[in-house]
């Protein structure tokens, strides 16, 4: 398998840049230019460059779905009736409405078309997901459903060599 190039290359101080932002993007550029080894206007052009090349997407503050009542997370597989540009899109297009569902991939190898990981405050939450929005969409012909139990890994970082 052909290995897909970097348009962007990155070097050391790219690199520790990138793991570092991970671990915590709310550092000033001070603090990031100090734990690198580099002087500050470096280290924002950098950073610039980072983020103007498309390797970082955004910065967010990450949340803890626990502490602010959503603390039940389900796992949900979704089957479609057909498989056609116009039904993904127009479940795509819905599923984005539902500001539960943290994540949505169209996957292979299952019987499912959608894998999708929603958080909720409860089961009576989860049920009103299920019942009254995501089993409603068109084209949705099956949804089974898991509950996570423990966050054995839970991370947004990335390897960057």
Do not use: W
């Not at 080894?37 to 280290?43: A, D, I, K, R, W």
């Not at 993904?88 to 019987?111: A, D, K, M, S, V």
């Amino acid at each position: 398998m052909k290995k897909k190039s970097l348009r962007f290359e990155l070097d050391s101080y790219d690199r520790q840049i990138l793991k570092e932002l991970q671990r915590d993007s709310g550092r000033t550029n001070q603090e990031l230019a100090s734990r690198i080894g580099l002087s500050p206007s470096p280290c924002l052009r950098r950073v610039q460059a980072l983020e103007d090349s498309g390797i970082i997407r955004k910065r967010v503050a990450l949340l803890d779905p626990e502490k602010l009542g959503l603390d039940l997370m389900a796992l949900i597989r979704i089957s479609m009736d057909r498989h056609t540009p116009e039904r993904f899109n127009h479940f795509e297009g819905q599923i984005r409405l539902y500001p539960e569902i943290q994540e949505c991939y169209l996957i292979t190898g299952q019987e499912a078309d959608y894998l999708v990981k929603a958080v909720v405050r409860d089961m009576v939450h989860f049920q009103e997901l299920l019942l009254e929005r995501l089993t409603r969409i068109e084209g949705v012909t099956g949804v089974h459903s898991s509950f996570v139990l423990r966050r054995v890994v839970d991370t947004t970082e990335i390897p960057v060599g």
